[in-house]
C-alpha cells in the first residue's frame, strides 16, 4: 500500500521518490517502546537488500502469509545474510498492479514446498555425526568449542567449518 501511494502522488511521483521495504518473521524483544532481537536485526537486513520501490522479505514472514497473499511474491534465490551463519531464501513482492514487466519465477504455494531434506553424514573414530541441512554450521579443529574438537597439533584452533549452500554441502 505504501509503494502504490507513493507511486500515484503527483508531487512526490514527479520527484521520483521511492521507499525500500523490508520484512522478517520473529521474535522480538519489546523494552520501553522499542523492539530489539535476531528477528529486527534481519529485517534490517532485508531493507538493505531492498531496491528502491522494492518490497523484500525472507522465508519466515512467506510462510506466515495466508495464502491469497502468498501467490503475490517471488523467490529471489538465497543470498548471505550479515549476522546469519546460513544463506537465507529471500523473496518480493510484487505489489504492482500491472506485471507485465515484472518477471516471476515461481509462485510460493505451501504444497509446493519441498518436504525432503539433506543431510550429510561424517564417521569419526567409530562415531556417526549427522549434519542437516538447517544446520548453523559445523566447525571442527583443536578447540574444545568446536562440534568436533581433534587432539592433534596438525590442526588449528578452528580447522575447517562445514555449511550448507546452494544445495550443497561446502567444506
Not at 510462510?63 to 543470498?79: D, F
Amino acid at each position: 500500500e505504501m509503494q502504490k501511494r507513493i507511486k500515484e502522488h503527483k508531487q512526490l511521483s514527479r520527484i521520483k521518490m521511492a521507499i525500500k521495504v523490508g520484512f522478517h518473521w520473529g521474535d522480538v524483544l519489546l523494552e520501553r517502546n522499542d523492539v530489539f532481537g535476531d528477528a529486527v536485526n534481519v529485517a534490517a537486513r532485508m531493507v538493505g537488500l531492498a531496491k528502491p520501490a522494492q518490497i523484500i522479505c525472507s522465508e519466515a514472514t512467506i510462510l506466515q502469509l495466508p495464502a491469497v497473499h502468498a501467490r503475490h511474491v517471488r523467490s529471489l534465490g538465497k543470498v548471505k545474510v550479515r549476522g546469519k551463519r546460513r544463506e537465507m531464501e529471500i523473496f518480493e513482492v510484487i505489489w504492482q498492479e500491472d506485471t507485465s514487466d515484472v518477471t516471476m519465477l515461481y509462485k510460493v504455494r505451501p504444497e509446493q514446498r519441498k518436504t525432503s531434506s539433506a543431510k550429510l553424514i561424517l564417521h569419526h573414530h567409530g562415531n556417526k555425526i549427522e549434519i542437516e541441512e538447517h544446520a548453523p554450521g559445523f566447525s571442527l579443529g583443536r578447540d574444545k568449542q568446536n562440534d568436533l574438537s581433534v587432539e592433534t597439533d596438525l590442526a588449528s584452533r578452528v580447522h575447517a567449518s562445514i555449511e550448507y549452500r546452494q544445495g550443497k554441502f561446502v567444506l
